[in-house]
């Protein structure tokens, strides 16, 4: 799918990879971008950069996301590609608190949910709409500190996988991006956090992965990786999934034995 013409959505978008995927829409000529965050008035400050519109949205409240939908619907007609971006960390294991297993659940999960419930509809009806997830590869590949990111991460990869095969025969098309590192202020401070350098050896740019994710839609292709590597560590776990955990394994006490 080009993007020239086209009416988008980005959650998250006041800051980090939102922000650069509405930029970069908005330099591909779409019609119009829609810029969507709990932050009010950061997505204000970003839509006035590119002449689009805010609206704040908290993605974990699905009353939030259907005015959302049905604003953008109101004002334009349409949505042709829906890009739900926005996403939290938790660290820990088990161990980590209800309500923080409940908040990441929350926007990592049903938000995704809650926007295919509403922007759906209407797309069906065209017979045609584009669904961008922002997962993670640690919807792939799992996160080795971080239960609860993990988890979730790959309950919304399997949620967008689920959307390509219930949809992908009536016009809509779905992408997962599923970057690692990536520089932004959440990978900032998970690594200050872990007092590890791990997660910021070899990442992106938040504008690189934005080009990946023009380049993916274009291509109409489910997996986006902007770490081509990814993809190698994924067929490594399918092939010998047993070998790929005792990796893991020694991958995590190598970064516990450094950490400090």
Not at 210 to 217: L, M, T
Request: aromatic share 6%; proline share 3%; charged share 25%.
């Amino acid at each position: 799918m080009l993007l020239t013409g086209r009416v988008i959505v980005v959650t998250g978008a006041a800051r980090g990879i939102g922000r650069a995927l509405a930029t970069r829409f908005t330099s591909e000529r779409a019609e119009a971008v829609v810029v969507a965050d709990i932050d009010g008035d950061g997505a204000t400050s970003v839509a006035r950069e590119m002449n689009a519109t805010a609206i704040q949205c908290d993605v974990s409240h699905e009353a939030d996301v259907e005015r959302l939908v049905a604003q953008v619907e109101a004002e334009h007609g349409r949505i042709d590609v829906f890009c739900s971006n926005a996403g939290i960390a938790v660290a820990g294991g088990p161990e980590a608190a209800d309500s923080d297993w409940q908040r990441i659940w929350e926007v990592n999960v049903m938000a995704h949910v809650y926007v295919a419930r509403h922007v759906l509809p209407s797309m069906l009806a065209r017979k045609e709409g584009y669904m961008l997830g922002t997962v993670s590869a640690a919807g792939l590949l799992n996160q080795v500190f971080a239960a609860p990111y993990g988890v979730t991460k790959a309950a919304a990869l399997s949620f967008f996988e689920w959307l390509a095969i219930a949809h992908g025969d009536e016009g809509i098309r779905v992408s997962c991006l599923c970057p690692q590192g990536v520089k932004t202020a959440m990978l900032a401070a998970e690594s200050e956090r872990l007092g590890t350098s791990f997660l910021t050896e070899g990442a992106l740019e938040p504008e690189a992965v934005a080009d990946a994710v023009v380049k993916g839609i274009a291509d109409e292709r489910f997996l986006i990786l902007p770490h081509p590597e990814v993809a190698e560590y994924f067929r490594r776990k399918a092939d010998d999934y047993d070998r790929w955990l005792r990796g893991m394994r020694r991958l995590r006490a190598n970064l516990v034995s450094t950490q400090g």
